[in-house]
């Protein structure tokens, strides 16, 4: 099971929210599991229903994680209009069986938040994650 802290969960949501009507994208770190740092990226793709992050953005923000010593855990991004359930093309993109993808779908009033773990035939399993209080 993935932990995932008050802080950087509540940043993942406001980050949806304020990309909406676009994706969202992020990237979340930390140790043994338990997340403890929300990295937002900017979503360079204008089109509805995509996210793509260029090499320079994605290089800078990978020298910063690296300064913390902490892991990337999970790629994060949205689904403003759909529910949080990978979407062929995620599941094509995703390249570490290692990291987990979490989705939060705007789709409905409250926020819907969900891991998954992609396996190397590209089939997702849905992960189950806990939300520390600070």
């Not at 994605?58 to 990337?72: A, C, G, K, R």
Request: glycine letters at 2%.
């Amino acid at each position: 099971m993935i932990r995932i802290y008050e802080q950087p969960y509540n940043q993942m949501i406001k980050n949806a929210k304020n990309a909406f009507p676009l994706e969202g994208c992020g990237i979340l770190t930390g140790i043994d599991r338990t997340i403890y740092t929300f990295w937002p990226l900017e979503n360079e793709s204008q089109q509805l229903h995509r996210f793509y992050v260029g090499n320079k953005q994605l290089s800078q923000v990978l020298q910063d994680i690296e300064t913390t010593h902490e892991d990337i855990l999970a790629i994060y991004h949205s689904h403003p209009n759909t529910s949080a359930i990978p979407s062929a093309l995620d599941l094509f993109n995703h390249r570490d069986q290692d990291i987990f993808i979490m989705i939060v779908s705007l789709k409905y009033t409250e926020p819907d938040v969900r891991s998954y773990q992609i396996n190397d035939s590209r089939q997702y399993l849905n992960c189950p994650f806990q939300v520390i209080k600070e």
